[in-house]
């Protein structure tokens, strides 16, 4: 068998087997940047940025239906199977590549939309009601304090309105009973502020989704180098090579 031939089956049943563990990756990271995103969906009014997650599993989905299609077409070099798988992952390369782009734009836009939306949020906390639970959550499960730190708790109405205290998910132990919110005795709160915490996780999460989306985009790139290397090889070796002399 022709050596490059040989090497384009080689890498396109790798990435035939690989399409189906790549399908579960990528299903697992769009799950994980929705989960990431919903946690917080109270302090994230761009709901377009979810746009890249939900791009990511439409693609999972469609490589495990295909990942049988390549398979079956490389052994048989099937040459109208091939130009479908070549087909198939040019789609998927595509989305991949439009995946990419989103996430760099909407990496770019979270920070001044979320502190516009965590100061709405934090302003409306009145010791009930889903924007009290949302802003507790946040601030236990980040160890945090206020949008930019403890003191943005100063301009709300729940500071002025219950002895200049801030809520009690600002402790650092939150079972505490030494631990009353007041801000003389700054030790027992946690200090730093939410938005600059989860603006960190949330780029967190695009980067490793966009690390990623490129790796896979990358094994795409190379399968389609394969499939050309087949069909033409392919072609060449039923038809007869036609040498051409001087």
């Known amino acids: 068998m022709d050596c490059g031939i040989f090497t384009s ?24 940047v929705i989960r990431s995103y919903k946690d917080f ?22 490589m495990f239906i295909f990942g049988l299609v390549g398979c079956c077409a490389t052994i048989r070099e099937s040459k109208v199977g091939l130009s479908f798988f070549f087909l198939i992952i040019m789609v998927i390369f595509a989305a991949e590549v439009a995946a990419l782009v989103f996430s760099f734009i909407y990496q770019n836009k979270i920070n001044g ?14 010791g009930q009601g889903p924007e009290t639970s949302a802003v507790d959550y ?3 499960q980040l160890h945090c304090c206020g949008v930019r730190n403890y003191t943005s708790w100063s301009n709300t109405t729940w500071f002025t309105s ?51 989306i490129l790796g896979f985009a990358i094994i795409k790139f190379f399968g389609m180098l394969s499939v050309c290397v087949i069909t033409c090889k392919s072609g060449s070796r039923r038809s007869g090579y036609q040498p051409l002399y001087a």
């Open 9 to 32: 089956k080689t890498i396109l049943l790798f990435l035939s087997l690989v399409f189906w563990a790549a399908g579960t990756a990528l299903a697992y990271v769009g799950a994980y």
């Open 41 to 62: 969906d109270s302090f994230i009014q761009d709901k377009y940025t979810l746009v890249p997650a939900a791009i990511i599993i439409g693609v999972s989905v469609v």
């Open 113 to 126: 939309d979320l502190e516009r939306s965590m100061n709405d949020v934090f302003s409306k906390y009145d």
């Open 138 to 140: 946040l601030q236990s």
């Open 162 to 212: 219950h002895n200049n205290t801030v809520p009690q998910s600002c402790c650092k132990n939150t079972t505490s009973t030494e631990c009353t919110g007041r801000l003389d005795r700054l030790d027992l709160l946690n200090q730093e502020g939410c938005e600059p915490k989860l603006n960190s996780l949330l780029q967190g999460v695009l980067s490793y989704a966009m690390l990623v």
